[in-house]
């Protein structure tokens, strides 16, 4: 189902930012696939931390076999053998399990995030292991569909900028934050779009 808000969003990304017009008359047919189940979301996002989209892949992928479903109480039943087996780190398995133990126990509650702002929701996944900002702007993209999220620690987001507005040369997170200035509100559209002028099959979490 695509979001409410995609359609003009695109309409107004276009207007404003003639690099986003042009990527998005690209990929006319493909928009932001929302995933309703945060703790799928999460694990995904913890997954992918800090190694290539198609590693993260190869990992998700041999735990969508090696599990009944990716639910909290499926990842803690499985327990760390079999998470190591999949290819995650041990750290990682220690954040997974974490977070699964987070939601089993009804510490976090996903339900209160639909009335809590973006930092608020932020602030409160920071506090689990394993999930720092990134993490937690991911589902607020993917989970949460907030339309306004700007990931800049995003390796991909960075590298989107560096080719499309500064001829390949690098860019930081301030120079990130001018050029998507014209962005908002849209500003996790703009970057699920350069996402896109990188790789055209859409990343998931």
């Known amino acids: ?45 913890i997954v992918g931390q800090q190694i290539s989209v198609k590693a ?16 909290p109480e499926h990842a803690l039943a499985a327990g760390a053998d079999k998470l190591l087996a999949c290819g995650l780190s041990r750290r990682k398995v220690e954040y997974v399990a974490d977070l699964a133990a987070h939601f089993v126990s009804g510490r976090m509650l996903p339900a209160r995030w639909q009335t809590m702002s973006d930092e ?20 607020l993209i993917f989970s949460l569909l907030r339309p306004d999220v700007l ?13 499309g507005y500064r001829n390949g040369r690098k860019v930081g997170e301030s120079g990130i934050r001018r050029i998507a200035r014209t962005w908002a509100p849209w500003r996790s559209v703009a970057t699920w779009y350069l996402w896109r002028s990188l790789d055209p099959v859409p990343v998931e979490y």
């Open 1 to 45: 189902m695509k979001p409410a808000y995609w359609d003009k969003a695109k309409r107004e990304l276009s207007r404003s930012d003639p690099v986003l017009g042009a990527i998005i008359r690209r990929y006319p047919r493909i928009h932001l696939v929302p995933r309703g189940d945060p703790f799928h979301t999460l694990a995904r996002s």
């Open 120 to 139: 608020d929701v932020i602030a409160e996944l920071m506090q689990v292991r394993g999930i720092g900002r990134w993490t937690a702007e991911m589902l």
């Open 56 to 71: 993260a892949q190869a990992v998700w992928s041999r735990m969508l076999d090696a599990l009944p479903a990716v639910t």
């Open 151 to 163: 990931p800049v620690d995003d390796l991909g987001l960075q590298r989107g900028v560096s080719l």
